[in-house]
Every structure is written in structure tokens, then in C-alpha cells.
């Protein structure tokens, strides 16, 4: 599932994309990926794509939260957590310092941070 959510965000041009390995650090899911759009427009179309790829591979009970406003959406796909943020809403919210991940270097679509 981690490598579907990494090529549909991929495919979508995603901006500094994140992914944090849980292991050993919360029970909530195996892997946190974080990943910034331009606009509301492009996390929007992030979110759905993503949507519609996790249910076309089968998962069940994906959650989405935040598509009205498109600043911060959340996607719950079980062991995938997914957030898509503006890139002001993300530096404001700062997950990857509260997961005590390295922030992406300009330029960098992956960066791993394990337990």
C-alpha cells in the first residue's frame, strides 16, 4: 500500500513528500506520509486521486478529512496515513518535527525517517 500512496502522489506531483516509519513509535499505523501541493486545487485532486486509487486496489474503510477546504487533507488507509498540506499550513503545523523526522531539503521528494 506504501508504495501505491508514493506513485499516486508521485504521478500528481507532489512536493516534498515525506514518509515516516512508525515502528516503534505508535500503533495508529506503519507509516505516516506527508506531502505538499501548490494549491487548494492540487491537494484536492491529490486527495481524490488517491481516494479512488486505494479503493480500486481493494482497501476498504479509507477515511478522508479536510476536502472542503483542501489547506490540510487527511487520508486513513489503516497501515497508511496520509496528509496533504499547502505549503503555509504544513511549516504552521510542522508534523515532521513532532514525529522527530528530518524536514525535506529543497529539492528532495523522499526522505525516510525510521523508529
Keep these: 500500500m506504501l508504495t501505491l500512496v508514493q506513485k499516486s502522489l508521485d504521478d500528481d506531483k507532489a512536493q516534498e513528500t515525506v514518509t515516516i ?5 505508535s500503533d495508529i499505523a506503519d507509516f505516516l506520509v506527508i ?4 494549491s487548494q486545487r492540487q491537494v484536492g485532486a491529490m486527495a481524490v486521486h488517491l481516494r479512488d ?3 480500486s486496489s481493494g482497501i476498504k474503510g479509507i477515511a ?7 489547506d490540510w487533507v487527511l487520508i ?6 496520509v496528509h496533504l ?3 503555509e499550513v504544513r511549516e ?3 508534523l515532521e518535527k513532532m514525529w522527530d523526522a528530518p ?3 529543497n529539492g528532495d521528494t523522499q526522505v525516510r525517517a525510521k523508529a
Design 21 to 25: 516509519d512508525l515502528a516503534g513509535k
Design 35 to 38: 506531502a505538499s501541493g501548490t
Design 53 to 55: 486509487r486505494l479503493k
Design 64 to 70: 478522508v478529512e479536510g476536502m472542503n477546504q483542501s
Design 76 to 81: 486513513d488507509a489503516g497501515d497508511v496515513v
Design 85 to 87: 498540506f499547502r505549503p
Design 92 to 94: 504552521f503545523y510542522n
Design 103 to 105: 524536514a525535506p531539503a
